[in-house]
């Protein structure tokens, strides 16, 4: 079992940045695939960015360039770096992790409300 929970989200302005934290327990941080979706009201959750054990990155189109995914195996922990923010990336982000599968395990989420 792996628990997920994030940290970081808040208000901010349009062209603002924020950092979100991923921290991770229960099995070995080097073996998991991170990754980083977001869920709008009244719409379906999203991926946004994703990290592989080699440290391999992927984003969504949406973000590219704006948004940079980290991560540091001392800590145990995954990070959302954020910048140029918009209003339409308001929403409630979601680490998840896992070993062969990316959405094997889920955080609780964090919201993060950009205003313009």
């Known amino acids: 079992q792996v628990q997920l929970v994030e940290s970081g989200g808040g208000l901010v302005q349009a062209g603002g940045s924020l950092r979100l934290s991923c921290a991770t327990s229960?099995?070995?941080?080097?073996?998991?695939?991170l990754g980083w979706f977001r869920q709008a009201p009244g719409k379906e959750r999203e991926f946004v960015a994703a990290?592989?054990?080699?440290?391999?990155?992927f984003y969504a189109d949406s973000v590219k360039g704006r948004f940079t995914v980290s991560r540091d195996n001392a800590k145990n922990t995954a990070y959302l770096q954020m910048n140029n923010l918009k209003a339409a990336d308001t929403a409630v982000y979601y680490c998840?992790?896992?070993?062969?599968?990316?959405?094997?395990?889920w955080g609780q989420g964090t919201q993060v409300t950009v205003s313009s």
């Open positions: 990290i592989t054990r080699s440290d391999s990155t």
């Open positions: 998840a992790g896992g070993v062969t599968t990316l959405t094997r395990y």
């Open positions: 229960g099995r070995t941080f080097s073996t998991l695939r």
